[in-house]
């Protein structure tokens, strides 16, 4: 069929490509589309032409920046106005610019009468108040600008739109699209080319000459490069230095003699020599040893590249380990693992072991940075990609790698089978000690050939490669103790006295050999972990990576954040936090590499609220435009959630911000799957008038933007930011607020999960008989809201019992001069005034919430430490009824616990008067505390 | 400010002119300064003061002097660098031949 196709194609050239056609065709008479294209059209004539004419024009045309911001503003003043009475578009006049409309014959088309009015004005209405919401939100910051006329001034410059940036970025986009692997040298050549008119100017040119000039520009780049290894610069030096002296002296004191474009501005940025703190290179000069390269210092015989000894070899191993550990928690490669002169050129050792061992290091180096940039939850203070250019073996496959391990392996297992105890013979001594150090050696090759086979296999597609990752995570683990048990047999440096940046090493080892790679920045001093200290993080590491592994059975979003912050708190290193977010989306972007991202959100979705546009029971799973909103909704939700996700993956400390930073994101989601609610419910509610569809895609974000809100304001107690006379507030904003709408969304969501359970049930009556009555539920949220209880509880006691020490001036408040608690308030939540719902509490409305005298009688302190307990029992009470505890539940009862006695005391009088302040104890849990009188 | 101060009006002594001017015909001039600890820097001079404090721009880091017969080093490039006048062993300036 195909190949007739084809022929024909090749005889006549031409194909008619009937079915294109047609499909367009029957898409277009749809009425949906017809009235979709309607309001495009008139969108068109409305706002964007006249928008494009207005704005986009060239440089000398354009109008002032600033005038502009006029423009807009009047442009929203009207579109506003057509929002409420979408219908007025069909027989507007003019534009919104103001400026009257050109009445031809596509006005005319396109202002006539649609066939579905109540459509149209929905989806019109949708339109335009999407574009004031844009407009709004990109505007806002320079509607609040007081124009002046030196304002005006300043801006003269400024362009008035983006396109050669769009432009540029296109291009770009496209060219790496072309060629995924170029550098961006040749994407920027490509770039200048076209834009440059090079291409046009070679067009030009005759033949010859442009030979001629191409092979110039060939050769050129060659010949400066001869140029620069051959000749240096030749100077002509001539000895001024008494001369410099005697003409300086003269100078005033604080006068600087300089050019005219050399300023105070460009002397800040100069590094001062000789100074310890900045020159990095004035170490070299103060050790005596030569440092010696890897050839010659093989050369020199100072390091054996062939026959090294068990000990030799361990103590290499365990040594480059320690480096490897010091790597991955933030120094440069060129400090540690490549103090390891044997890894700068493995393939020319002799050492069979050596060789292997160096060769699998420097692929276990490459497989670690690949994975730690692809996952790109990293700042500078975790982790440093920068290689300097060393060759990381990768002209040796990991097949072969794994391969040479093993064949060391088999040789080490024949040594040990020669050298143990054989049953009526007598061993020496030294056999002995041959042997327990090949068993040594033995376990740490397999261990490294297991840890690159592990790694390789985390990075298979599909997570196919998670269950022998699993297998080998335990083998792994099985291996640990022997190579923690043998590691003082490994050669050690001869004394422990560390200096800043040199230190005593074992053979094949220098500190100082990259030294003159590190850029001119301030010397960072890189202290080399201890080998039981590298080897107690590898065991860290590999119990953390177990629970990577356990995720691909999780197909709840809600379950996999609470996994990844539960995972978070135990701060761990860049290179587990990295898997555990490839395991989840690798880098084809489908969760687990099978799923794709809006798939899993609707399974997630279902799972959490089941809402009735997402069960295929409901007539709204089969209404094509419910389908295509949600959908839409879902798309959109893609990045905010990923990144939420992504964010913690990043160390604590950076965490905070990025919390703050997404609310935005969130918030605009939010706003959308409201929309999509409300119209899924007036769809829903023509068919099956029992149901609603109010706040279910609604809730499911409100949730993610709550628990963002509410580890934003936790992280404030880890981080150590809040002083003791903020936590009245903080507590109060988790206590009254934050927890309260989280518990309010999570039991509305469960409630909708009830409901769809109580729909199935009824659905299948009509067939079968009623089975069982009181039917297990099948899913519910009942563990998310039980913590939730609890967490509020502890909130709310805390909030208590830092009133009631207030009133007893158990809390001291400090009295600076200009201290002001409403802009520490202000401060605290200022991220949160960017979110619609929750809606922010202002400091004034927190006040008057929070007045103690609203209460009749008025509470005591005592009064306050009562209620306080009264919430920790709760707390209490709520944690204890969970099954299966975490460690961090238990962790909670414990805390919950102890205040609860603490408060009960203080009820009864317990140091009344005492005005001790009070301490919060944050050794038992990060953030809910003890509190000690 | 105060370091910023250009030479205002008419000098006292004439000796300072002079030595201002020689300062100022060796700016922009690449510059050799062996400091104290033995290290070489090559660079364009920028900015001195009274205490002969010099700023190089463009300056590469050599252990040894360049000139020296052994084996050409590969410098560290260090960019804008500053060296503290009582650092400096002797100065040398690049004289053109044209």
Not at chain 1, 540 to 552: D, E, G, H, I, N
Not at chain 1, 578 to 585: A, E, G, N
Not at chain 1, 709 to 733: D, Q, R
Request: include cysteine.
């Amino acid at each position: 069929m195909h190949e007739e196709f084809l022929l024909k194609f090749f005889e006549e050239g031409i194909v008619s490509f009937g079915g294109l056609q047609a499909a367009i065709c029957h898409d277009f008479e749809s009425p949906v589309a017809k009235i979709e294209i309607q309001i495009l059209g008139l969108l068109g004539e409305l706002l964007l032409g006249p928008w494009m004419k207005r704005f986009y024009t060239s440089k000398e045309m354009q109008i002032s920046h600033v005038d502009g911001i006029g423009v807009v503003k009047d442009i929203i003043a009207r579109i506003q106005t057509s929002v409420i009475s979408p219908l007025k578009t069909l027989t507007a006049m003019a534009n919104f610019f103001g400026d009257e409309l050109t009445q031809d014959d596509e006005l005319v088309k396109l202002q006539r009468d649609p066939d579905d009015v109540p459509l149209f004005v929905f989806m019109m209405k949708c339109c335009l108040t999407s574009i004031v919401g844009v407009l709004e939100k990109q505007y806002r910051p320079n509607f609040e600008l007081n124009i002046t006329a030196e304002l005006k001034k300043e801006t003269e410059s400024a362009s008035r739109h983006n396109i050669d940036a769009e432009q540029i970025m296109g291009m770009f986009g496209a060219l790496k699209g072309h060629a995924p692997n170029a550098t961006l040298c040749y994407i920027s050549s490509r770039m200048s080319a076209p834009k440059n008119n090079v291409v046009d100017y070679l067009d030009s040119l005759a033949s010859e000459k442009r030979k001629k000039l191409v092979n110039l520009a060939i050769n050129v780049p060659l010949d400066v490069q001869k140029s620069v290894v051959l000749e240096r610069p030749v100077y002509n030096w001539k000895d001024v230095t008494e001369e410099f002296i005697s003409a300086a002296s003269q100078l005033k004191l604080g006068e600087l003699l300089h050019d005219q474009s050399f300023g105070l501005f460009e002397a800040m940025s100069a590094i001062e020599m000789m100074d310890p703190k900045m020159d990095a290179g004035m170490m070299c000069n103060q050790i005596k040893r030569k440092v010696l390269s890897l050839e010659q210092a093989t050369e020199s015989g100072a390091v054996k590249s062939k026959d090294l000894s068990y000990r030799e070899l361990i103590g290499v191993i365990d040594a480059t380990l320690a480096c490897l550990v010091t790597w991955l928690e933030g120094h440069s490669l060129a400090q540690t693992i490549f103090t390891n002169l044997y890894l700068h050129n493995p393939l020319v050792l002799e050492d069979r072991c050596l060789k292997a061992f160096s060769i699998c290091m420097l692929k276990t180096v490459d497989h670690i940075r690949e994975k730690v940039n692809r996952a790109s939850v990293f700042e500078e203070e975790d982790f440093q990609p920068m290689t300097y250019g060393f060759k990381l073996a990768a002209d040796v496959s990991d097949m072969r790698c794994t391969g040479m391990m093993k064949e060391v392996e088999d040789d080490l297992n024949r040594t040990m089978k020669n050298t143990r105890s054989k049953a009526g013979a007598e061993r020496d001594s030294a056999t002995e000690q041959e042997h327990d150090e090949a068993v040594a050696l033995h376990s740490r090759v397999k261990f490294y050939r297991l840890f690159l086979t592990m790694l390789l296999s985390f990075g298979k597609d599909r997570c196919e490669g998670i269950p022998q990752a699993q297998k080998l995570l335990s083998q792994l683990s099985e291996l640990l103790p022997n190579i923690r048990s043998t590691v003082d047999i490994g050669i050690k440096p001869d004394q422990t006295e560390n200096n800043k940046n040199d230190y005593p090493t074992i053979m094949g080892f220098e500190p100082l050999v990259n030294h003159r790679l590190l850029p001119p920045t301030f010397p960072r001093y890189t202290v080399i972990r201890s080998r039981p200290d590298s080897i107690n993080y590898l065991d860290s590491l590999l119990k953390r990576l177990q629970v990577a592994t356990t995720l691909p059975e999780i197909n709840s979003l809600h379950i996999i954040f609470d996994i990844f912050k539960e995972f978070s708190k135990s701060s761990p290193c860049v290179l587990s936090r990295s898997i555990l977010q490839l395991v989840l989306l690798p880098p084809s972007r489908r969760i687990y590499g099978t799923h794709t991202i809006v798939d899993f959100f609707k399974d997630s979705i279902r799972n959490f609220i089941a809402p009735p546009g997402l069960c295929q029971k409901s007539p709204l799973y089969n209404n094509p435009q419910a389908k295509e909103y949600i959908d839409a909704l879902l798309t959109h939700a893609v990045r905010p959630l990923c990144n939420l996700l992504q964010i913690t993956g990043h160390n604590r400390a950076r965490q905070r911000d990025k919390w703050a930073h997404i609310l935005d994101d969130l918030s605009s989601l939010q706003e959308e799957a409201d929309k999509v609610d409300a119209f899924l419910h007036n769809i829903l509610i023509k068919s099956e008038p029992g149901r609603q569809h109010l706040a279910c895609f609604g809730s499911w974000v409100l949730y993610y933007t709550l628990q963002a809100m509410i580890s934003y304001a936790i992280s404030g107690f880890e981080l150590e930011l809040y002083a003791t006379y903020e936590y009245h507030y903080v507590y109060w904003y988790l206590y009254e607020l934050l927890y309260a709408w989280l518990i309010s969304a999570l039991q509305r969501a469960d409630n909708f999960l009830q409901e769809h359970e109580n729909y199935m049930e009824l659905q299948q009556k009509g067939r079968s008989n009623k089975k069982n009555k009181k039917k297990k539920r099948l899913r519910t949220l009942g563990k998310e809201i039980t913590l939730a209880q609890a967490q509020q509880q502890m909130f709310g006691g805390y909030y208590k019992a830092v009133r009631g020490f207030e009133m007893d001036g158990k809390m001291k408040h400090p009295h600076f001069e200009f201290d002001s608690e409403e802009v520490r308030y202000s401060h605290r939540f200022a991220p949160f005034a960017n979110v619609v719902t929750p809606p922010m509490i202002h400091f004034a409305q927190y006040k008057e919430m929070s007045d103690l005298r609203r209460y009749e009688p008025e509470p005591s302190a005592q009064s306050l430490y009562g209620a306080s307990c009264k919430c920790f029992h709760q707390a209490k009470a709520f944690l204890e009824s969970v099954p299966n505890p975490s460690e961090e539940i238990q962790s909670l009862i414990k805390v919950s616990k102890t205040n609860f006695v603490v408060m009960k005391l203080l009820m009864g009088g317990h140091k009344q008067g005492s005005k001790d302040p009070t301490e919060f104890d944050f050794t038992v849990h990060g953030i809910y505390p003890i509190i000690k009188l | 400010m105060a370091g910023e101060s250009q030479d205002q009006g008419d000098g006292d002594k004439s000796e300072e002119k002079e030595g201002k001017k020689e300062l100022e015909k060796w700016l922009n001039k690449s510059m050799k300064i062996e400091m104290s600890d033995g290290r070489t820097l090559i660079g364009v001079f920028l900015c001195t003061d009274k205490d002969r404090n010099v700023i190089l721009g463009s300056c590469e880091e050599y252990l040894k002097p360049p000139d020296s017969t052994e084996e050409r080093e590969e410098p560290r490039i260090l960019g804008l660098a500053i060296v503290p006048g009582q650092h400096i062993s002797t100065i040398h300036v690049d004289e053109d031949i044209k």
